[in-house]
């Protein structure tokens, strides 16, 4: 929240063994917030829960704040909403850039694929799959430097996860879970933190 792009910080604890094979850097992908499901019949799905959010994750130890970097090796999801601070994407792949604006600045497209989150969602449980790489972790030489690289990744993230084949992987068994049994990895873990 410091730099005014909030993350979810997964517990290195939970997924040490996890993240020994997983290379430092920036990533995408794709996350679930889950609202657990209540026996009060007038309860109403917060927004943002049980839905794809789009995703830009990164790993490792935070090395631009110079004494301050981790000590454990960590995973901080940024959830792509409408209101996340991006830049344009670079498409030289391309890509058409309808739309973008003169400013640069990405318009989310109204097709509804780009929610708001309701309330922080602290103690609730989060599903979340990379599925791809945007580039190394770095250490910035400033603060605006940092800051203008994060919008970056969050719009290359926004754009990648809108093209394909990525866009079909939120149809993936571990964000669509469609059948209302938690998802557990068959990588390791159990049903409090798993892969």
Request: glycine residues 8%; without cysteine; proline residues 5%.
């Amino acid at each position: 929240k410091k730099l005014g792009v909030p993350t979810a910080n997964l517990p290195a604890s939970l997924f040490q063994s996890a993240l020994e094979d997983v290379t430092n850097g920036v990533y995408f992908g794709w996350a679930v917030v889950e609202q657990s499901p209540s026996n009060d019949a007038s309860s109403v799905t917060k927004k943002g829960r049980n839905t794809p959010i789009k995703a830009v994750v990164n790993v490792g130890y935070s090395p631009t704040f110079e004494g301050k970097e981790n000590k454990e090796k960590i995973v901080e999801a940024h959830l792509i909403t409408k209101s996340s601070p991006m830049e344009k994407a670079d498409r030289s792949m391309g890509a058409d850039d309808d739309d973008d604006n003169e400013d640069g600045e990405v318009q989310l497209n109204e097709e509804g694929d780009d929610v708001e989150i309701e309330e922080d969602f602290y103690d609730e449980t989060m599903r979340l799959q990379l599925i791809g790489y945007l580039r190394p972790e770095q250490k910035f030489d400033s603060f605006p430097d940092l800051i203008a690289q994060i919008h970056r990744d969050i719009g290359n993230a926004h754009w990648a996860l809108d093209t394909m084949p990525f866009i079909f992987s939120k149809e993936d068994e571990i964000i669509k879970d469609d059948d209302g049994v938690n998802w557990i990895g068959s990588g390791g873990g159990d049903d409090v933190a798993s892969w």
